[in-house]
């Protein structure tokens, strides 16, 4: 668990070093870019590793109906994140579609993991997304531009691939999505 509680830790602090240290995180220019990329890398092993080590109390399982509504939020939070990257219609009328994805995948997950490392895994990063939005907040926003209707066809699509993916990798690693 204590690998766990570091890589979410890590990931937390390295996210986070922007909004409560702008100057001296502007200060290291792209030797700061390689450093919390460095940092992000090593909190997921630690996260990834830590979790699949980890034991904890668990309060509930899978059921049927979670499992189908945890991939629905999935789909959902795939797609936040393409419309982010994107710049679609989405993506200019939600300030944060990228973190508000996390958040769904956090909720998502906790509906079909109720054991202690996943309080840890889900709760902490969906934790850190909703203080991240908080920060975030605190400064003016200015609505992106959008790249026109195409982009809308090329973010669904990408979401159906991407989804694809995460599910292939969820079977490989022993954790059946669809029950």
């Known amino acids: 668990m204590t690998l766990l509680i570091l890589g979410v830790l890590i990931w937390a602090a390295a996210h986070l070093f922007k909004r409560l240290a702008p100057h001296a995180r502007a200060k290291m220019g792209a030797q700061g870019r390689a450093m919390v990329s460095g ?103 200015v609505p992106p531009i959008g790249k026109g209707p195409k982009m809308e066809i090329f973010a669904i699509l990408g979401t159906v691939i991407v989804y694809g993916a995460i599910v292939g990798v969820h079977y490989a690693l022993g954790y059946p999505t669809f029950g």
């Open 39 to 141: 940092l992000l890398f090593l909190s997921i092993a630690l996260m990834i590793i830590g979790y699949r080590g980890a034991d904890g109390t668990v309060f509930w399982g899978r059921s049927p109906a979670m499992v189908g509504i945890n991939n629905l939020l999935m789909l959902l939070s795939v797609y936040l994140f393409a419309a982010s990257g994107m710049k679609t219609k989405l993506a200019q009328k939600f300030r944060h579609p990228m973190l508000l994805g996390v958040i769904l995948w956090a909720c998502a997950h906790l509906l079909v993991n109720g054991d202690t490392p996943s309080f840890v895994l889900f709760g902490g990063v969906g934790i850190w997304a909703i203080v991240e939005i908080v920060l975030i907040n605190r400064s003016v926003w």
